[in-house]
């Protein structure tokens, strides 16, 4: 005997209720001084492109495409002793309240090889014991800001290859992520987020959010999972500036997820 559909339709918006009371729940566990001094800004998202019109807080996406867009300066990433076998463009527009403009331009790396040492540790990342030989992906971002005359990159290596004792260089099979965020002045270092503030950790989707510290203050955090409870946090007490700074990371790491 098939059921009514009344009663298909009952079971359906059942699972839809306990999907979104469940869900509810589920913020991620970041820093407790960032929890205090911040508020939680739930993340719209407009439209079902590859850059999607994301908006939360006084911040805005207001366009984006599977291209760059033309700006002033050039900032390589790579080296002239870098393989690269594929790759993907993407861009995307970003404003606030206060008129502040940024303009995004993201490149999407797979199968990548470089052969110029420590270059690009010492020229991007900040990251003096460490060496790129190999990644499976690299995710880059390059930021203009109207209130900024020098870029801002965003870079995402997985998997990262780290020096051990004696100068040699093995595979880092424990933390499989690693993202800076910089000027090549300022280094705010992306951690991600795994666990929830229950403590549980999801087994399908082991990446919830991403969460940004310099030093050892964290400065702002976005949640990337649950897709349809997307949350960010910046600190009160920071600059306009980076502030917005910040919120344009946070939206770069959200089209990273998505």
């Known amino acids: 005997m098939?059921?009514?559909?009344n009663i298909v339709l009952l079971i359906i918006c059942l699972?839809?209720?306990?999907?979104?009371?469940?869900?509810?729940?589920?913020?991620?566990?970041?820093?407790?001084q960032l929890k205090e001094n911040s508020q939680s800004m739930i993340v719209k998202r407009k439209g079902i492109r590859v850059i999607g019109k994301?908006?939360?807080?006084?911040?805005?996406?207001?366009?984006?495409?599977?291209?760059?867009?033309?700006?002033s300066t050039r900032s390589p990433l790579f080296g002239d002793h870098t393989s690269i076998k594929s790759s993907s463009k993407m861009s995307f527009f970003f404003v606030n309240n206060e008129r502040d403009t940024c303009i995004a331009n993201i490149r999407v790396v797979k199968?990548?090889?470089?052969?110029?040492?420590?270059?690009?540790?010492?020229?991007?990342?900040?990251?003096?014991?460490?060496e790129?030989?190999?990644?499976?992906?690299?995710?880059?971002?390059?930021?203009?800001?109207?209130?900024?005359?020098?870029?801002?990159?965003?870079?995402?290596?997985?998997?990262?290859?780290?020096?051990?004792?004696?100068?040699?260089?093995?595979?880092?099979?424990?933390t499989n992520f690693r993202g800076m965020l910089t000027d090549t002045n300022t280094f705010i270092e992306i951690k991600?987020?795994?666990?929830?503030?229950?403590?549980?950790?999801?087994?399908?989707?082991?990446?919830?959010?991403?969460?940004?510290w310099q030093d050892s203050k964290s400065l702002a955090a976005v949640q990337v999972w649950p897709a349809n409870r997307s949350r960010v946090?910046?600190?009160?007490?920071?600059?306009?500036?980076?502030?917005?700074?910040?919120a344009s990371g946070a939206?770069?790491?959200l089209i990273k997820t998505f």
């Not at 699972?15 to 407790?32: G, P, R, V």
């Not at 807080?57 to 366009?63: E, F, M």
Request: net charge negative; proline share 4%; no cysteine.
């Open 2 to 5: 098939k059921p009514s559909f």
């Open 15 to 32: 699972q839809l209720a306990f999907t979104h009371s469940s869900s509810a729940q589920k913020m991620i566990k970041i820093d407790e």
């Open 54 to 71: 994301y908006e939360f807080g006084s911040y805005k996406v207001i366009s984006g495409k599977s291209d760059w867009e033309k700006v």
């Open 111 to 130: 199968n990548i090889e470089t052969d110029d040492g420590n270059w690009f540790s010492r020229t991007f990342l900040n990251w003096d014991d460490s």
């Open 132 to 174: 790129v030989k190999k990644g499976e992906g690299v995710f880059e971002t390059v930021f203009t800001f109207s209130a900024d005359t020098i870029p801002w990159r965003l870079t995402v290596v997985y998997p990262v290859a780290i020096e051990v004792q004696d100068g040699n260089i093995k595979m880092d099979t424990i």
């Open 192 to 212: 991600k987020v795994t666990v929830r503030e229950d403590g549980k950790s999801p087994l399908f989707n082991p990446v919830l959010g991403y969460e940004f």
């Open 233 to 246: 946090w910046i600190r009160n007490d920071l600059d306009p500036s980076l502030k917005f700074i910040l």
């Open 251 to 253: 939206v770069a790491m």
